[in-house]
């Protein structure tokens, strides 16, 4: 063993030597070019050269709604802080409490003194919460995966992914240069086609890393993920699995750890566990969960966690609250799944709207009926939709997507969230609303 | 205009382009960074038409740049000598070498993969190796947790390991410390006072987070607010905030640059900028660290090949590992010779620099609208968390409309919002120049005590980060360990933050600090300077 191990070393030690060799040559050779750099420019071209302005053609950005503070005198049923956590008072005191503490900003990435006893506090008890070995807490959601994946992935590995992962996922992938094969959203045959193809064209070896990136509730959708089938899969082909659970932990299983407790699949089968502080804590942020071996890795190679400042004190102090409350009261889990059903019934009834979403996940995408028109128009029709229901009471989202920079970009919708603070009635006036705006912005 | 002065023995002709040039980039300043493609002036056909221009002298090459009319000083970064450089790579190879040995002999339970026999190994062996067996040994000098404010004290949580730097266990035990680690540059972090006020009111009103996007259903009129008074702050037309400085750039930068795009990019730019620039696909070339007689070779040959439809330089106000501050007046006269356009990051120099903590442009004297993008993050100087990118207001718009932190990333928190304002409104009060000039004359008497001690100093002299070189790993962990125990908690860096044999130590001051306690800091200095022989510097 020992002996492979020498080899194997060797080999890579007279790489580096080697590497340093032609380095120290090629730094010889260039600065003795770059002496003779030959210059081409001329008069001519000089005034010839026209540049372009950064910003060529007039954007319009649609000014958005301002929100006082949430819920004041309005239903918000577009943000997605499903179990009510924005407005817990004991969250808030105890963030109160922590500002006075620690001020508001860190001041610091982790490394260099940005380490507060409560960003330590807060991964240990996110990692007893989701029973795994270890976690790290980024300073923004949207950084959490995208700086994740390309921790582990690096140009050459190949990726598999479901063809409807949020942006930040894309984003990821695209800065990780892997090679990255889209499946058709949720489609276990077209997945296992794929990789029965990789496999057959040696795309898929054992020499070369491969992933599996897939979202337990997508947030462009509101579906489930058949996890156990892609578990499944991913060892029959040795791939690893990252998988989002952003919308699902805090939502789904008894105790609200996401959809592996939901499903039942051991936490270990899944390598990262990438989570989301923005959604069910109510603060900002995110954090990678699973073992030691993995996610150590990224306190030194993920760049959003060493590069940037960590996560203000008070809002670390706001997710371990939450997690106080979560921990307390996990009946607020089944409260909330309750709420979903409810809402997907409703929605099921709508005439002039389709629904697309699991039964128990918090996230409703609601289609218009029978408009057939180009994006931007029906981007306006949804907004005004909006507008409709923010005059009587009722705030929802409309999806707000890049359409050039999203890999497919979704139809545009209404983003429904449900939360635990949405009773029978709310629900009734929420879907006769949507049903009168609909009527009002056709007309 | 230095170009003129190139130019000077030419025929008339060639100053009047020249003229025109800066005329037409004076412009520029009113409708703020626009290079209105056509009618920018220096259509071709109309130096054709005057009739003064030879075919041979419009082959001639164009005038240089004459950078002797202008400060390029990149900052002191004064060489080691032979001897320690060589030094500094053998105790690195030894370094290496133990580790390769004690890889051989024992690999800890958490360094390996549990039931994943058969894929592909997860890790790059080196890197692996590197963290493992040579980072690990100096682990205890980063992350270093501390329970208090990052003020100008903090108290740091004691450490202690049973198993070499794998794992550590705390004492118990605290220890109050100076602080020159945080960049806390004009001392807003503060448990107590009006910000913490202001962020405390913010978070009753309107919630501790929104759980939304700006674009959906995350604006208030704090955020408003926010950008309004930053772009009022900057003196540009505009700004869009969001909630991590980090991503401001990572996902900003794909809004406004695309195909077509030639940046020109400082080889120590900062990861979120190289990640912005990456994300954005465009085609990059690194110039040496504010080398700006290769950023100009590298523009004209751009120029000369004609096929970009722009050129950007991407540059920061104050490099955070090297201390230098980029020379804006000569960045800016190549620019508008050139045509350029430029992207700088204040990260670090907003609410520094400059008399009235405006930034490097303030620092500079060179006017707001002569950048085209203004990047900057609130996590330093304002002691809260966050960006910004301000200039033109199309420009913004182009930021919220294609720029991916508008549309995807959760609103900036009400309470961070309100630390930033209540910060931004106390540097433009007359008492907050008062802390800017507190930081600059802290830094100066640092900067001034550490030259007389004889180490080596990186940077500029206004710069508030200090990086004095300590060169060897060991060095660095030895200097923080010893500062600490005096009571000065400090950074040391080394590779891959900075080159393999350039580990230094890292001050970062603050208006905060009293003389008195810089000068206990100074003490503590000399002090391990003495013990650890790091009197590098070659002439004192
Ligand atoms: C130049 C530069 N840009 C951006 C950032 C990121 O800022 P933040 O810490 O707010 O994410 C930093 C922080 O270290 C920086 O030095």
């Known amino acids: 063993m020992i002996l492979l191990d020498i080899v194997d070393t060797a080999s890579w030690w007279t790489i580096v030597i080697a590497v340093q060799v032609v380095i120290g040559c090629a730094y010889f050779l260039c600065t003795r070019k770059s002496k003779k750099h030959e210059d081409k420019l001329t008069k001519k071209m000089l005034l010839e050269w026209k540049p372009k302005p950064l910003v060529e053609e007039e954007i319009f950005v649609p000014q958005p709604q301002l929100m006082g503070k949430i819920d004041e005198g309005m239903l918000n049923v577009g943000c997605t802080s499903f179990l009510g956590f924005d407005k817990e008072p004991q969250i808030m005191e105890r963030a109160i409490k922590s500002l006075h503490k620690y001020g508001v900003g860190s001041c610091g990435p982790r490394g260099f003194y940005g380490t507060i006893d409560v960003h330590l506090e807060l991964e240990e008890r996110l990692a007893k919460f989701l029973q795994v070995e270890e976690t790290c807490v980024y300073s923004y959601g949207f950084s959490t995966i995208a700086s994740a994946i390309p921790a582990y992935a690096k140009k050459g590995d190949i990726i598999f992914a479901d063809e409807k992962v949020w942006f930040a996922i894309q984003k990821g992938i695209d800065a990780s240069r892997s090679t990255v094969v889209y499946f058709k959203h949720n489609n276990m045959k077209d997945l296992e086609r794929k990789l029965e193809m990789a496999a057959f064209q040696k795309d898929l070896n054992p020499q070369r890393r491969a992933f599996l990136i897939a979202e337990a509730i997508y947030y462009n959708t509101g579906t489930m993920c058949p996890l156990r089938k892609l578990v499944e899969l991913a060892r029959r082909y040795k791939l690893r699995i990252i998988l989002d659970e952003s919308l699902s932990i805090g939502t789904l299983g008894e105790h609200g750890r996401g959809l592996t407790e939901f499903l039942g699949v051991p936490r270990d089968e899944i390598d990262l566990i990438v989570g989301s502080l923005e959604h069910s804590f109510a603060s900002i942020g995110g954090f990678c969960a699973g073992s030691h071996f993995i996610v150590e890795h990224q306190r030194l190679s993920g760049l959003g966690y060493c590069f940037s400042a960590s996560l203000p004190p008070m809002l670390t102090e706001a997710a371990i609250a939450g997690l106080d409350i979560l921990e307390a009261k996990p009946h607020l889990i089944a409260e909330l799944n309750l709420v979903a059903n409810k809402l997907q019934c409703a929605f099921s009834g709508l005439n002039y709207f389709t629904v697309s979403g699991d039964d128990l996940s918090p996230i409703k995408h609601l289609y218009p009926r029978d408009v057939v028109m180009p994006y931007e128009t029906k981007m306006e029709f949804l907004h005004n939709i909006e507008k409709y229901c923010l005059h009587r009471g009722i705030a929802v989202a409309v999806t707000s997507y890049i359409k050039d920079a999203e890999k497919n970009c979704p139809e545009p919708s209404l983003r429904i969230a449900a939360s635990t603070k949405l009773n029978d009635a709310h629900i009734d006036e929420l879907c006769d609303i949507l049903e009168r705006a609909y009527l009002h912005c056709r007309s | 205009m230095a170009a003129v002065q190139v130019g000077g023995g030419d025929n008339l002709n060639e100053s009047k382009s020249t003229s025109k040039i800066s005329e037409c980039n004076g412009k520029k300043k009113t409708d703020n960074g626009k290079m209105g493609g056509n009618q920018n002036g220096y259509v071709n056909s109309e130096h054709k038409s005057n009739g003064v221009d030879s075919a041979a002298d419009m082959e001639a090459p164009a005038p240089w740049m004459d950078w002797a009319q202008l400060d390029i000083f990149p900052g002191s970064f004064e060489k080691c000598s032979l001897l320690t450089a060589a030094l500094t790579h053998a105790g690195l190879y030894l370094l290496m070498f133990l580790g390769f040995v004690n890889q051989l002999l024992f690999t800890p339970k958490v360094a390996t993969e549990r039931n994943r026999v058969g894929y592909a190994p997860l890790y790059n062996p080196f890197e692996q190796f590197y963290s493992r067996y040579v980072y690990r040994r100096v682990r205890h000098i980063f992350n270093r947790p501390i329970c208090s404010t990052p003020g100008a004290e903090l108290t740091l949580k004691e450490r202690a390991t049973d198993d070499y730097n794998w794992s550590f266990r705390f004492t118990g035990a605290e220890k109050r410390c100076i602080n020159l680690g945080s960049y806390n540059y004009l001392g807003f972090a503060a448990p107590e006072g009006e910000c913490a006020d202001a962020a405390e009111a913010a978070a009753r009103r309107y919630g501790l ?279 000065v908690a400090t950074v040391g860096v080394g590779f891959p933050a900075t080159p393999l044999n350039k580990a230094r130590i890292r001050f970062c001051l603050s208006a905060a600090h009293s003389r008195a306690q810089l000068d206990r800091c100074l003490d503590a200095v000399q002090q391990v300077v003495d013990e650890l022989g790091l009197r590098y510097a070659r002439a004192v």
């Open chain 2, 209 to 487: 987070a929104l759980a939304s996007s700006r674009a959906e259903l995350g604006s208030t009129p704090l955020h408003q607010e926010l950008e309004e008074t930053t772009a009022k702050f900057l003196g540009v037309e505009a700004a869009v905030v969001f909630g991590m400085g980090f991503a401001t750039n990572a996902l900003g930068i794909p809004g406004l640059l695309g195909a077509g795009t030639l940046v020109l990019s400082d080889e120590n730019n900062h990861a979120s900028l190289i990640l912005g620039l990456r994300l954005a696909r465009v085609a990059v070339r690194v110039f040496a660290h504010n080398d700006m007689r290769q950023l100009e070779r590298l523009a004209r040959d751009a120029i000369a090949e004609r096929r970009w439809d722009r050129i950007v330089v991407v540059v920061e106000g104050v490099y955070s590992m090297e201390g230098s501050i980029v020379p804006l007046p000569a960045l800016v006269a190549l620019k508008k010779k050139y045509g350029l356009l430029l992207y700088l990051d204040e990260a670090h120099s907003v609410g520094a620099m400059g008399a009235r903590g405006r930034g490097v442009v303030d620092h500079w004297g060179v006017a707001p609208g002569d950048v085209d993008v203004l990047m900057g993050t609130f996590t330093k100087s304002f002691g809260a968390a966050g960006g910004y990118i301000a200039g033109a207001a199309r420009l913004v718009d182009a930021v919220r409309a294609r720029g991916h932190a508008h549309a995807y990333a959760h609103a900036m928190a009400p309470a961070v919002c309100a630390q930033v304002l209540a910060a931004m409104r106390a540097i433009a009060a007359p008492a907050g120049e008062l802390r800017v000039r507190r930081l600059r004359d802290n830094t100066r008497h640092f900067r001034r005590r550490l030259r007389a001690m004889g180490v080596v100093v990186f940077g500029h002299e206004d710069s508030p980060v200090v990086p004095m070189l300590v060169y060897t790993f060991s060095k660095m962990a030895a200097t923080v360990e010893r500062l600490t125990a005096r009571g």
